[in-house]
């Protein structure tokens, strides 16, 4: 979805965001205030029409969002999702009068990168933390399939449970083939899920080039490998982009995660689903 919450990152320039909301927002079907579309990948994974609105102008009226709601159920949405800043409790309103309710709360954490964690650029084996390579997309696979559960696809009982897992070890294969995934591995003869510990996806925002980590996940919670792979993102990011944005849910441990490795919370928002 498409964030004006943009704005509020530390160093963002305000004409490149406006550039990169004009650029996107052009992508999408507009009904005046409010601009949405169809996730085809959402569609097809779940076997059910998903749509979004993913541009949630603040000036958002009753009529706008209506003529989008029938944009998006003549377009075969039964789903629609939307996600609204937390801080905009009139736009929240709005969304619950029309039927959508809250699944999470996703906050936005930043900071800068910074040196000094080790890992290994490339992909190697016997590196304690270093690049996936092909050969762990199965470990990754298992990881990402049971990691989840504070999302808002698991939130949503009407989307099967099973479904949900499967697309977050969809979604972290997509990034092995299209970012920079690093992982924890395990001691040789001690190596579970394939050899991979943990994971986390580097990638960054194609327009504006703000880092950002997507997906990070572990076998085992509480054993410091959440925080060795932020330490290592952070690194790898270290001379590659001025700042670096990660999302998690309010009621997520991992919240406590990311304060511990010095990111500061920037903002939150809600998501929201509407079952037409």
């Not at 160093?11 to 205030?33: I, Y």
Request: charged letters at 25%; one cysteine or more.
């Amino acid at each position: 979805m498409i964030d004006s919450a943009y704005y509020r990152v530390p160093g963002a320039k305000p004409a490149l965001v406006s550039a990169f909301l004009k650029k996107e927002c052009a992508k999408l079907h507009a009904n005046g205030t409010l601009f949405s579309r169809m996730r085809e990948w959402d569609s097809k994974h779940f076997g059910v029409g998903v749509g979004s609105i993913d541009y949630l102008d603040s000036r958002a009226n009753a009529k706008d969002l209506n003529t989008a709601l029938e944009w998006l159920k003549k377009n075969g949405a039964k789903c629609v999702f939307a996600r609204p800043p937390a801080s905009d409790a009139s736009l929240t309103a709005l969304l619950e009068k029309a039927g959508f309710r809250v699944m999470d709360c996703l906050a936005t954490f930043g900071g800068a990168p910074r040196d000094g964690a080790e890992f290994e650029e490339t992909a190697n084996e016997a590196a304690k933390i270093g690049a996936a390579s092909q050969a762990d997309e199965r470990g990754i696979r298992s990881i990402a399939a049971n990691a989840f559960q504070f999302d808002h696809f698991h939130a949503d009982s009407r989307f099967p449970k099973t479904k949900s897992d499967s697309l977050f070890a969809e979604w972290a294969a997509d990034c092995l083939h299209k970012k920079t995934v690093l992982v924890e591995r395990g001691e040789r003869g001690q190596r579970t899920s394939g050899g991979v510990e943990g994971f986390v996806t580097c990638g960054f925002d194609s327009f504006l080039h703000f880092g950002r980590i997507d997906l990070i996940a572990v076998k085992t919670p509480r054993k410091g490998i959440g925080r060795r792979l932020v330490e290592g993102a952070l690194s790898w990011f270290h001379g590659k982009t001025s700042f670096v944005l990660v999302g998690t849910q309010t009621q997520n441990p991992a919240t406590r995660l990311y304060h511990s490795a010095g990111l500061a919370p920037l903002f939150a928002q809600y998501s929201m689903h509407c079952w037409l």
